[in-house]
């Protein structure tokens, strides 16, 4: 439920620190999500579709699963 | 024969905690609770959160402690008004949907709560057992309660929540009798999701029958406000301390 909460985090994070600038078009976001996160992944990637910010809605999230409570944002692919 | 030219795309490293923006604002508030040690409340409706608090705030007043408390519910100022009614000072979150508290909307509540003296700030968060986990606060621990009446599988199901606490509150031991659900099982679960959790039974209703001579509190409760009292204790401390070796330029 508050997958969406978190991809707004995360858009929040990527512009705040400038990682946005120029860009046109996130293809893909690469993420570290631990087992104990409390993240739904196919809720997350669902909520990058439906956010404001267009730029995200066709972006595919690549999710590398592991065993703390990490969510980690690794890499984005951008045009 | 015309070739599509296929546009390269650029990779960006970031290395970044996703909720980077939350976990900043988590560190202002950190900064504003100053020496107050503060406890982020953690469980499904229900549970027994705010009866917790009816119980353990006035044992903790009774030791001298002076405390705050932000709450936190999608609708209505409810939890707000029993805590007005134990005489500590409280301030109702009204999230409006959203399951679970933020760092910001935290950050909205200090100016508007006297936490300046406060030596114990408890946050009661919205009612979900998995939501709030996201969310740092700027806490000092989270603490989870698991009510018995939930079933003794759920720190399996939702294991967040425990993977995340420092402390277990197993709350209505009452209705143990009733209930299929084991304590020893409930226990078993929770440590093979944390193995150093701190663990408390208790029930805030009936006298317990292992409830000391007169208190309505029973061991359990006791034993969660010592733990409250030890770690405003070793918090001031280390505040101390931190202060000695930066005067001393250490
Ligand atoms: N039998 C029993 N009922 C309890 C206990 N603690 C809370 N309750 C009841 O559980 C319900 C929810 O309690 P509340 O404190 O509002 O839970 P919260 O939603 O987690 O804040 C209320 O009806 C309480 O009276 C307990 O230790 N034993
Ligand atoms: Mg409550």
């Known amino acids: 439920m508050h997958e969406f909460s978190v991809a707004i985090g995360i858009i929040d994070t990527l512009r705040e620190n400038g990682y946005l600038d120029g860009v046109s078009r996130v293809a893909k976001i690469k993420?570290?999500?631990?087992?104990y996160s409390g993240i739904d992944k196919n809720y997350l990637s669902f909520a990058f579709q439906n956010v404001d910010d267009k730029r995200f809605?066709?972006?595919?999230?690549?999710?590398?699963?592991?065993?703390?409570?990490?969510?980690t944002i690794k890499e984005i692919y951008v045009d | 024969?015309?070739?599509?030219?296929?546009?390269?795309?650029?990779?960006?490293?970031?290395?970044?905690?996703?909720?980077?923006?939350?976990?900043?604002i988590a560190l202002k508030n950190k900064t504003i609770f100053g020496k107050a040690f503060v406890v982020n409340l953690l469980s499904s409706p229900g549970s027994g959160k705010t009866s917790l608090l009816e119980a353990v705030i006035p044992v903790l007043k009774d030791a001298g402690l002076k405390m705050a408390v932000i709450e936190g519910d999608v609708d209505t100022d409810l939890d707000k008004k029993r805590i007005d009614a134990l005489g500590v000072p409280a301030y109702q979150i009204v999230t409006n949907g959203t399951c679970h508290l933020d760092a910001r909307m935290v950050n909205n509540s200090l100016g508007r709560l006297d936490i300046k003296n406060a030596d114990v700030i408890f946050i009661e968060n919205v009612g979900n057992l998995v939501c709030p986990t996201s969310f740092n606060l700027g806490e000092d621990i989270k603490a989870v309660v698991l009510s018995v009446t939930e079933g003794d599988d759920k720190p399996l199901k939702y294991p967040a929540a425990f993977y995340k606490s420092r402390v277990l509150i197993i709350n209505k031991t009452d209705l143990l009798p009733f209930l299929k659900a084991d304590l020893e099982r409930i226990i078993k679960n929770a440590l093979s999701v944390n193995k150093d959790l701190k663990i408390f039974e208790t029930s805030c209703y009936g006298i317990p029958k292992d409830s000391p001579a007169g208190s309505a509190c029973d061991k359990g409760m006791l034993g969660f406000a010592g733990f409250i009292k030890e770690s405003v204790r070793s918090k001031t401390a280390r505040l101390q301390g931190a202060f000695l070796n930066k005067g001393l330029g250490i």
Do not use: H, W, Y
């Not at chain 1, 993420?31 to 087992?35: P, Q």
């Open chain 2, 1 to 24: 024969m015309k070739s599509v030219r296929k546009k390269e795309l650029r990779t960006i490293r970031v290395q970044k905690n996703a909720l980077g923006t939350n976990e900043e």
């Open chain 1, 31 to 35: 993420i570290n999500l631990g087992k």
């Open chain 1, 57 to 71: 809605n066709g972006a595919e999230i690549d999710f590398v699963l592991n065993d703390g409570d990490e969510i």
